[in-house]
């Protein structure tokens, strides 16, 4: 199977340069002349880096933290970690802030990229003109992409569609609706002229182009954006569009819904689109680091130390009550295998010794033992001293002490303290364009009995075997709310919950429920459905907040 990888290098025209042949290695370079992309090798090494800065979004410690992890209802903060402010929006979280500023910029870089391959692809002499027309239409994809991330996060951006070359200092800050009629014009063209299956994996395609522009209408018609955006026909186009990905491809659900995310198998029929990410140390800058941060802290327990298996614990995010105890609570397991795929409830020793355990001194734990239990229900303390390993129920459970969340594990490192993971993200999987076509037939033509049998083959999927039924919904259960828990339950952990809690109107309420730091501090407020402008924007734009206003409330 071909894949799509690089490494990049900021160059002239902030863009990154390597190339691809049949199993696209990479010719890597640095300060490459703008001459260069001029020339049909210099074109492919442009439209190939056009991808990367969607590394700096997709698994990486300040992508989940903004999009996932933080700030929500079915994760909060970890023990350690230096942006807290957006879990809590605290004080801290304001234009200056780091991770504010970096997506903006990675996003922007991302845009350029695009719109050199767009502005240039049919200039360049010695190409085939359908090349172009394939690799122009995988630029507007992505610009697309890039585009949808700063409307969420930020709203009203400003648009080029230009290349840049030299240094900006103008810039305005265009109507959230004209952001949404760029990436859907983009869409629709990407869609025109995408072919179905790549030529080489991780190239955009097609359905992933109908998969994204379903979610991109959805999130366009909701609440939050309607004023601005979208309506009632907007929800019906992304259910036929969804509807599409589902029926007209060869994609499926896998059985297993444990084997989805499984290490080795990245590449399987469930995946309509994927972040790719090298094996190669030399090719894969920062890498997949999504690995480190759902993990508790593991290797200060008896009988353990940290291994490349079990991951280096940087314990940044912890389920939330109401993920472990509500939706995907004790009731729910008997028929829901996915608190049992998602999540690693024992730890087998990794050392032999004789060790302090449930405050009972003198407990030998052999390699290969089991180390740590974490059984998801309260024991008592004789249970636990009854057993010869470490039971964490969840009374124990605190910043470090956690079900370690296992999607994102990867044991492929070379060593136990490499941060650069190298498994593929698994950006788009059919069991999200199954719940984007319920909540599109729910919201808009109100086809509920539709919309339920797509929410019922995620959660049929879902069941442990001969527990099909017991899973099914009735119509009379399905609402938008029972729509966004099914969506936390099937696919917390891959970037989407802080988007879904903001188009569906329900991030406030929710994260003042179930979010302990939130209720804690009482900061969140209105504003916070927004991003700051980064100040770095404002101060190098002619005229300053005049010219480009800052979002209310920073």
């Not at 394939?134 to 996060?153: C, D, T």
């Amino acid at each position: 199977m071909l894949k799509l990888k690089g490494l990049f290098f900021v160059i002239i025209i902030a863009v990154v340069a390597f190339s691809c042949s049949d199993l696209l290695n990479e010719d890597v370079r640095s300060q490459v002349g703008d001459a260069r992309f001029n020339t049909p090798s210099g074109f492919e090494e442009i439209v190939n880096a056009s991808y990367t800065n969607l590394r700096e979004y997709y698994g990486t410690e300040r992508g989940h933290g903004m999009s996932e992890a933080y700030g929500v209802d079915i994760f909060h903060e970890g023990a350690d970690g230096s942006h807290k402010q957006w879990n809590f929006y605290g004080v801290q979280l304001n234009p200056s802030t780091a991770w504010a500023r970096e997506l903006w910029d990675f996003m922007y870089e991302g845009i350029n990229m695009t719109n050199t391959v767009i502005n240039r692809g049919e200039q360049i002499e010695g190409l085939d003109p359908d090349l172009v027309r394939v690799r122009s239409a995988e630029a507007r994809f992505l610009r697309a992409h890039y585009y949808f991330v700063l409307v969420q996060q930020y709203g009203a951006v400003h648009i080029t569609t230009e290349e840049t070359q030299g240094v900006e200092i103008e810039a305005s800050r265009a109507p959230v609706a004209a952001v949404f009629d760029l990436i859907i014009d983009d869409l629709e063209h990407a869609i025109d002229n995408l072919p179905i299956e790549a030529s080489d994996y991780g190239r955009a395609t097609k359905p992933a182009a109908e998969h994204l522009l379903a979610r991109v209408l959805l999130t366009g018609a909701s609440e939050f954006y309607r004023d601005d955006v979208g309506g009632a026909a907007d929800y019906d186009r992304a259910a036929a569009l969804a509807e599409t990905v589902i029926n007209d491809y060869n994609f499926s659900l896998l059985d297993d819904v444990a084997d989805v995310w499984a290490v080795g198998n990245e590449v399987n029929s469930e995946v309509v689109w994927s972040m790719q990410f090298s094996d190669d140390p030399l090719l894969n800058a920062g890498g997949n680091t999504s690995h480190m941060y759902y993990l508790t802290v593991y290797d200060v327990m008896p009988g353990m130390n940290r291994t490349i298996e079990y991951g280096r614990p940087w314990r940044r995010y912890r389920p939330t009550e109401f993920l472990y105890d509500d939706l995907l609570g004790p009731d729910t397991r008997e028929s829901d295998s996915r608190y049992k795929a998602f999540f690693r409830d024992v730890f087998y020793a990794t050392v032999t010794g004789t060790f302090t355990v449930n405050g009972v001194d003198g407990v030998e734990i052999a390699e290969g033992d089991t180390a740590i239990y974490f059984p998801g229900v309260e024991w008592t303390e004789a249970e636990k001293q009854a057993k010869p390993y470490t039971v964490v129920s969840p009374s124990d459970y605190n910043p470090n002490d956690f079900p370690t969340m296992r999607k994102h594990e990867d044991p492929t490192r070379p060593e136990m303290n490499t941060t650069a993971g190298s498994r593929d993200f698994l950006a788009f999987r059919l069991a999200e364009t199954h719940l984007i076509a319920a909540e599109a037939l729910l919201m808009g033509n109100g086809s509920v009995a539709d919309a339920t049998e797509h929410i019922n083959m995620v959660r049929r999927r879902a069941a442990w075997p001969g527990q099909e039924a017991a899973m099914e919904l009735d119509p009379s259960e399905v609402d938008l709310e029972a729509i966004i828990d099914e969506r936390g339950r099937e696919l917390l952990g891959e970037q989407f919950r802080w988007y879904d809690l903001k188009r569906t109107g329900m991030l406030l309420d929710r994260a003042y429920q179930y979010n302990p730091e939130v209720q804690s501090v009482g900061l969140m407020e209105e504003k916070h459905l927004l991003r700051p402008i980064p100040q770095t924007q404002i101060d190098r734009t002619q005229g300053g907040a005049s010219a480009f206003p800052q979002n209310p409330g920073y």
